[in-house]
Structure formats: structure tokens, C-alpha cells
């Protein structure tokens, strides 16, 4: 792993420490453009905002547990034609885990940008963060605080979206960590420096000062994962137990409206063509007659079932579990718990771990000559 | 349920199981007749879509032929197709329906006695499944 370094936060102002050690990166042109979490003028929403003039960098929120879109969709934009500029993207960690599984199917590019992660206690939905902001609440400056010990809790009456509370991966890999589990980060604040970063940080003239790390950050990091992991278990066996059939998948689905907002929201999800948007899907006029003439009648409009079951062959074994599908899905239907179920039993199939390693294949595109016997049942 | 007859929706590739079960034809082969073959160049072409597909629309099982590992006449389109029923099956195996209704086999094109009697094998055991409840599902 990379360096670690201490960034010294005065009177509390973490973003404002981190927006002076940001800021230089684009002074000092390490980087030429800076994508980073910011806040609207309305303050009730932060967005992510591509920045070239170092002055724009007020207002930065990247702190905000709150994630309005999945930069990796973002990363994907930038980076697929003619980017030949560097560019630091500021995200959270399965924003980034979205990234390296985008990287592998080919639609993010690495060269010029530089993965900057912060520790993640979670995140809010969009309508409550705004609702937090409303009510002249820094809610979430108690759920940093507590990240210190580990303990961050919601503000009352709120809670971390669903996916997010069975997040095991608050944290990952990146050319720059910025650490605040285990961290008193009111007075100072972890940095962890990759290589490939610090190379471009010292030909520029920019040196961190090296320091010792938390002492406690591992064991506060241990119990965080182990806690969410335990809530993730029990939600998984909580589900389980409710989908045991194919009568009991349709009616936790009945309130599907088709409107396929899970598959827009979904970083991995990135087929130009959607088969569902094609004309596969455009039947002929007497074919849902004959349709409703085998079955008595169908649900129109058709093919809802369909539409998760393949949309979940498709890219299940990706899934990284950021649930903005279940964020985006108008009747909150738990299709981020689903895919994360399911996710996870046909992911152990491969022993794969969507977002672990970009140098590792992902399953629909490779394969092993001795796997998956017939007499195994797999096939 | 004695007169139930399953129909099967069979996915065949061009080189080894189409060919396989022409040759079951042309040995004189007996089988039963409720497979309805669908002819494709390769198993590998085989999207989870069709296989969903049939099996939504009432289909009792879907049959996916291709040639055995390592003879695929597209180097590697058998390799693929087999995770890519292994992953469908998995869903529906954890959603609990309809994954054994699936079957995904080596039939090389010398082999119409193995086409023979896998057809009948899978009749056997689609009869003692019975009907697929899709087939009367409006709600889907």
C-alpha cells in the first residue's frame, strides 16, 4: 500500500483542510481539473462539479454523505473519448469499486485520472439529506465525529440508505485515501498516498508530510465492517426467508411500474442499447393477444418479471451493492437488497469480489476449462 | 396429472447437438416428441433472455445443446454458455423456481443415441415436476 501522511485540520473545518490540500493539486497542476462533491447555492443539494479554477473550489462538500448519482457513470463519461488531461475524481468507495468493474467491460479509461477515496459512514438519500440541511442541521458533523470511534450514528429521526448500513467496504483502494475512521479528524485527518500519485505530486513540487497513522484506525475499521456485515447476513436471511417462491418473488414485485429507473440508476448497467429499449421488446399487436390466449390474460404492460431476472443475469455477478437502484425505484422495491442476495451466492459461485482488482476478469467474460461439472447440478 | 405431456424448448448448436440429434433421426433413434428445437450456430449464442423467455411463457423445460468442452467449433462459445446457465440457474435456484427445469448438455454429433436419451430422460423427469405454473401466470 501506498504512504501515509497527516493533514492537520484547524478549529474543526475538515472540508477546509481538505479543500487547501486540494486545491494545490490544481495549482500546482498535478492535476487539470478536480471532480469533487459541491454544494448547490440552494444548499440543500450537493452535486459533483468538474473544477478547473482553483477559486470554484469553495463550497466543496465532499464530505456530504449523500450520493446523487454514481460517479462511475461520471468517470465513464470523461474518460471513454479523448481525455488527455489528468483528472482527480473524488468519490466514495463503491463509486470507486464501480469504477474498476466499468474499467474491465471497457468503458472507464484509468490513464489520466487519479481514484480519490474518503472513508464512508454511509449515505443519506437524497430527500433527506436535503431535509437535514432544511431543518439547519449539520446532522451529519455528529455521524463524522463518531467515525473517530467507529460509533457514527444517523441524526435522529434519519437513517442510512438501506445498501449502505450492509456496506462492507466503507473502504478501498485508491491513489489517495483520506482517512477518518480512527481519527479525532475535528484536529487531523489520515492520507494514505499511492505511488503513481506521489510521483506526480513530486515532480511537481508538492510533498506531504509523512506521518505515522492511527494507531486505532485497524480496529475501528475492523469492528465497523464487522458490524455492518452481521446486519448484512441477517438482511440477507430476512429475505430469504420471504422470497421462498416464485409466488412470493411476484408479489413482493407487484408494485414494479416498469419504468426501469433501477437500470438507469445502475453503474454497471451500460450497454448503449438496452435489449429491453429495442425492438425486441416491440411485439406485434396480435402476439399479446396470442399471449393472453394461452394464459387467459396477461399483465400489460409485459414482460416485468423478465425484465429483473435478466437484468440480474446480466450483471449480477458485478453488482458492487451501491443500491442506487433501490434509491431511484419509485415504489421502493428492495431491488438493491435482491441483487445483493442473489449477488451474493452467484459471485462465491466464482470466487469473485466486484471492484476488488481491475486485473481480475470479470465472470460472464472469462472462464475455467474444469469448473461447473453436469453431475455439480450447476447446469 | 398421467396425461401431463412437458413440452421442451431446445436450444441446439449448429456443429454438435443439432447435427447429434439429426443423426438420431437418420439412426432411427425412438424418442419422445415433445422437444421443440430451435437451431443456433453455437450454445455460446445462447442469451439467458431465450432461455427466461420460454420457461415465462410456459415452456415445462428448456434443453441447451452444445458440443463438449474443449471441442467447441468456435474455440470457447461452450465455455461461456455454461457459466452463463450457471448464473441463471443460480438466480432462479436462490429465487426458488424453475432452475431444474433447465438443462444445459454435451451432445456431440456423433452421439444421436445420447440426444435420444436425454430427450427421454428429461421427458421422464419434467413429467414428475408436472406442469410449469408460469404457464398460467397472467401476473409475470
Redesign the interface.
Known amino acids: 500500500m501506498g504512504r501515509q501522511a497527516i493533514l492537520r485540520v484547524s478549529e474543526g473545518r475538515r472540508e477546509e483542510a481538505l479543500k487547501i490540500l486540494l486545491r494545490r493539486f490544481l495549482e500546482k497542476g498535478v492535476v487539470e481539473a478536480i471532480l469533487i462533491p459541491k454544494r448547490l447555492p440552494s444548499g440543500e443539494g450537493v452535486v459533483q462539479s468538474l473544477i478547473r479554477d482553483p477559486a470554484m473550489m469553495d463550497g466543496i462538500s465532499l464530505l456530504s454523505p449523500t450520493m446523487p448519482v454514481q460517479s462511475a457513470r461520471v468517470a465513464s463519461y470523461l474518460s471513454i473519448k479523448n481525455l488527455s488531461k489528468r483528472v482527480a475524481l473524488v468519490l466514495k468507495a463503491c463509486e470507486i469499486r464501480a469504477i474498476v468493474e466499468l474499467s474491465k467491460f471497457l468503458q472507464v479509461k484509468l490513464d489520466s485520472l487519479f481514484l480519490i477515496g474518503v472513508d464512508c459512514p454511509g449515505t443519506f438519500e437524497v430527500s433527506d439529506y436535503a431535509k437535514m440541511v432544511e431543518k439547519g442541521k449539520d446532522g451529519f458533523e455528529e455521524v463524522i465525529r463518531g467515525m473517530e470511534k467507529g460509533e457514527e450514528k444517523p441524526p435522529e429521526g434519519f437513517s442510512f440508505r438501506k445498501a449502505c448500513e450492509i456496506c462492507e467496504y466503507p473502504v478501498t483502494q485508491g491513489d489517495l485515501w483520506i482517512q477518518l475512521y480512527g481519527y479525532a479528524s475535528e484536529r487531523e485527518i489520515g492520507l494514505e498516498i499511492g505511488e503513481r500519485l506521489e510521483r506526480e505530486m513530486k515532480e511537481k513540487g508538492l510533498e506531504l508530510e509523512e506521518a505515522e497513522g492511527s494507531k486505532q484506525r485497524g480496529e475501528v475499521l475492523r469492528q465497523v465492517i464487522e458490524r455492518r456485515s452481521r446486519k448484512r447476513d441477517e438482511t440477507f436471511q430476512e429475505f430469504?426467508a420471504k422470497?421462498?417462491?416464485?409466488g412470493?418473488?411476484?408479489d413482493l414485485f407487484?408494485t414494479c411500474v416498469r419504468c426501469h429507473n433501477c437500470m438507469v440508476a445502475c453503474p454497471i448497467c451500460y450497454c448503449k442499447e438496452c435489449?429491453f429499449r429495442t425492438a425486441v421488446f416491440e411485439h406485434e399487436g396480435d402476439q399479446f393477444l396470442r399471449?393472453a390466449d394461452?394464459?387467459?390474460?396477461?399483465?400489460m404492460p409485459t414482460d416485468?418479471?423478465?425484465f429483473h431476472?435478466?437484468r440480474?443475469?446480466?450483471m449480477?455477478?458485478s453488482c458492487i451493492g451501491c443500491g442506487l437502484c433501490e434509491s431511484a425505484c419509485p415504489s421502493r422495491l428492495p431491488v438493491a437488497i435482491l441483487f445483493r442476495?442473489?449477488g451474493e451466492?452467484?459471485q462465491k459461485?466464482?470466487d469473485y469480489v466486484p471492484g476488488r482488482d481491475v486485473n481480475e476478469p470479470p465472470?460472464?467474460a472469462t472462464?475455467k476449462?474444469e469448473?461447473?461439472k453436469?453431475e455439480s447440478g450447476?447446469? | 396429472m398421467g396425461d401431463f405431456e412437458p413440452r421442451i424448448i431446445a436450444f441446439l448448436c449448429h456443429w454438435c447437438t443439432y447435427t447429434g440429434a439429426d443423426l438420431a433421426g437418420t439412426t432411427r433413434q425412438q424418442y419422445p416428441p415433445n422437444i421443440r428445437i430451435i437451431h443456433l450456430m453455437c450454445s455460446g449464442a445462447v442469451d439467458s433472455i431465450y432461455i427466461l423467455k420460454a420457461l415465462i411463457d410456459g415452456a415445462d423445460g428448456v434443453l441447451i445443446g452444445g458440443c463438449h468442452p474443449g471441442d467447441c467449433h468456435y474455440q470457447t462459445g461452450n465455455y461461456k454458455a455454461r457459466r452463463r446457465v450457471a448464473i441463471l440457474k443460480g438466480i432462479l435456484k436462490e429465487l426458488g423456481f424453475g432452475e431444474d427445469r433447465i438443462w444445459l448438455r454435451w451432445i456431440s454429433a456423433s452421439e444421436g443415441k445420447l440426444f435420444a436419451d436425454t430427450v427421454t430422460k428429461m421427458v421422464e423427469e419434467l413429467k414428475k415436476m408436472g406442469p410449469n405454473p408460469m404457464r398460467r401466470l397472467w401476473n409475470a
Request: charged letters at 20%; hydrophobic letters at 60%.
Open positions: 430469504r422470497v421462498k417462491d416464485l412470493a418473488f411476484l407487484s435489449v399471449w394461452r394464459k387467459g390474460a396477461i399483465r416485468t418479471l423478465i431476472l435478466i440480474m443475469s446480466h449480477v455477478t442476495t442473489v451466492k452467484i459461485l466464482f465472470p460472464v472462464f476449462e469448473e461447473l453436469i450447476a447446469i
